[in-house]
């Protein structure tokens, strides 16, 4: 069966340091994978997507970015938080439309 | 533009009493729709999701949606909710601009009391 896997759950981190969360896809092949992030009280917000390794589309200009480096491996980066980061960043992956999302466990993020 | 709207954002029912959670969406061609479920601190969960037959689709743990494409609505319901549906509720239409992407509803906070 397939399973993800996101982490850390929880981290705490000064403003102007770098980030790096990590998901990884489990008993699948060629995933598309996503990363969201959800802020207290609202809804999910799309970050990047891919379809394949090294293929990033980003959907909201900001200081984050993503990377594809293996097939089942994406990453969520940022050279310098801001405080505008803290949130809950989720990644999820599918076979398509029809099949929907499963998601990760999410991490929890505060900037300080 | 594609977007989806949940217009309630907290509902309160009595355990036991029927759920019918609100969906609208905007979608130019045949949409793909669904319901995920997210219990405070996780990720997640899918509950049903519909893209063509049968309007009404079951779910897990109980739950059904309908879609009707006159009011661009897909409603959640349950005959009977129990303490443990408390959570998080999103609607979800799926796009396909290339990239598969999700656009997901700002999400309804459903409280059940005994």
């Known amino acids: 069966s397939q399973t993800i896997h996101q982490w850390p759950a929880t981290l705490v981190q000064p403003v102007g340091s770098p980030l790096s969360l990590e998901c990884t896809v489990e008993?699948?092949?060629?995933?598309?994978l996503y990363w969201y992030r959800q802020a207290a009280g609202r809804g999910l917000q799309l970050l990047f997507y891919s379809v394949g390794i090294g293929q990033i589309s980003s959907e909201v200009p900001q200081n984050l970015s993503a990377s594809r480096p293996q097939d089942r491996q994406f990453i969520l980066s940022s050279k310098k938080l801001l405080l505008s980061d803290s949130g809950f960043y989720l990644c999820a992956w599918s076979r398509g439309q029809r099949s929907g999302y499963t998601f990760g466990s999410g991490t929890r993020l505060t900037v300080v | 533009a594609q977007s989806v709207t949940q217009p309630d954002i907290h509902i309160t029912v009595s355990e036991g009493a029927s759920l019918e959670l609100r969906c609208n969406y905007s979608?130019?061609?045949?949409?793909?729709l669904f319901w995920y479920v997210q219990s405070p601190g996780q990720g997640l969960q899918l509950l049903l999701k519909?893209?063509?037959?049968?309007?009404l689709v079951q779910g897990i743990k109980g739950f059904e949606a309908e879609f009707k494409r006159s009011q661009s609505s897909f409603n959640l319901r349950k005959p009977s909710v129990h303490w443990s549906d408390a959570a998080e509720y999103f609607c979800a239409v799926g796009v396909d601009t290339g990239g598969f992407k999700t656009i997901f509803g700002a999400g309804t906070r459903l409280f059940v009391k005994a």
């Open positions: 519909y893209f063509s037959g049968d309007t």
């Open positions: 008993g699948t092949s060629n995933p598309n």
């Open positions: 979608y130019g061609a045949t949409p793909y």
